[in-house]
């Protein structure tokens, strides 16, 4: 029986300089986590920082959920993702498409939402993963 796939979870560092991972190569120095999408060569995750997509209901992602994100996925309104701001730091949102003009809108409604505007949408996330206790 094959082992569940796993994929390497980044450092900020890393998110922010924004490497890309090959998961097909070795990456022995690298904190991994098991995950049960597919995993495609260049999938990666990220450990969430903060309370801005700390929501109400379903969707919601404390600080310290794992988000598993596919580069190679074209993002569509409505999406969670990962973006790349001018300073090349990373940030997780969900991306908002009104009219033909594109934000980032957090969970927590004490945060406000913000234009994309030269930000790059670097992967969508596909899966959660976060601990009960």
Not at 52 to 80: L, Q, W, Y
Not at 102 to 107: A, E, G, K, N, V
Request: charged share 25%; with cysteine.
């Amino acid at each position: 029986m094959a082992s569940p796939p796993s994929v390497c979870v980044l450092s900020r560092v890393g998110a922010g300089g924004y490497v890309r991972i090959d998961n097909f190569g070795p990456h022995t120095q690298l904190e991994t986590v098991l995950v049960t999408i597919e995993v495609k060569k260049h999938t990666f995750a990220l450990r969430v920082h903060g309370d801005s997509m700390k929501g109400r209901g379903a969707n919601s992602f404390p600080s310290g959920t794992i988000v598993v994100i596919e580069p190679d996925m074209k993002a569509r309104p409505g999406d969670f993702v990962i973006v790349l701001n001018r300073a090349r730091r990373a940030t997780f949102k969900q991306w908002v498409l009104i009219g033909d003009v594109s934000y980032l809108r957090p969970l927590n409604k004490r945060f406000k939402t913000r234009l994309l505007g030269d930000g790059e949408i670097v992967g969508v996330v596909r899966e959660a993963i976060w601990r009960v206790r």
